[in-house]
């Protein structure tokens, strides 16, 4: 049983949403020991932001019409769309930046979705989404509604997709880095005490251990 895991964190060193991740990964792995793990690491290696425009208008019918460019293009949506087709799991780790959706993980799912054959092949496969947050965004707090990411991965990966879908949401990791959110240590310990104990349950639905 392979696993995919994309990570959109510009961060190593200290990235919250890689650190999630690995808890997941490694609690799929309890089933899966010797099993392909395929990474595509697309805050680190970004998709090129002009592939969407020439893939989209690419003629796919007719590819000796191609430029060089659109070519290149469409190749790396093939590829791009193979990684998911090839795997039995997905993990997504995306981190909220600028109250937004990650551009790198916005270039990747604008080039993935250019290949014909994405959308109803993935329908039903287990996948995991690990959203992690820097500030606090839920209800009653003062910037309730600004994440405008959430709402919108979960809407490509369950609706349009059909994943079998499993979030792992966390808030406050910029407590201990933005001396302002000082105050809010102690639950920032308990939201991140919480998502790894969660990490670790969807992990085992990535394997296949959980009941649907």
Not at 80 to 90: C, I, M, P, V, Y
Not at 128 to 140: E, F, S, T
Request: proline share 5%.
């Amino acid at each position: 049983m392979s696993l995919f895991r994309l990570d959109a964190s510009i961060r190593t060193e200290g990235s919250v949403s890689r650190a999630i991740a690995d808890i997941d990964e490694e609690s799929w792995r309890q089933d899966n020991p010797d099993e392909v793990v395929t990474r595509r690491d697309i805050g680190l290696d970004p998709v090129p932001a002009t592939s969407w425009p020439l893939s989209v208008f690419a003629d796919r019918s007719n590819l000796d019409s191609l430029s060089p460019e659109q070519k290149d293009a469409v190749d790396l949506a093939t590829t791009l769309s193979d990684e998911l087709f090839a795997a039995h799991a997905l993990l997504f780790a995306v981190p909220l930046y600028n109250f937004g959706v990650s551009q790198h993980f916005k270039a990747w799912v604008d080039l993935a979705m250019t290949d014909p054959r994405l959308g109803e092949s993935l329908k039903g496969r287990p996948a995991v989404l690990v959203a992690v947050r820097g500030g606090a965004y839920g209800a009653g707090t003062p910037r309730e509604g600004w994440d405008h990411a959430s709402g919108w991965m979960r809407r490509i990966l369950e609706d349009v997709w059909g994943l079998d879908l499993r979030v792992v949401e966390t808030e406050f990791t910029l407590v201990g880095v933005n001396p302002a959110l000082d105050q809010f240590k102690e639950v920032a310990a308990e939201m991140r005490e919480e998502s790894e104990r969660v990490a670790v349950q969807h992990g085992r639905h990535l394997a296949g251990a959980l009941t649907h």
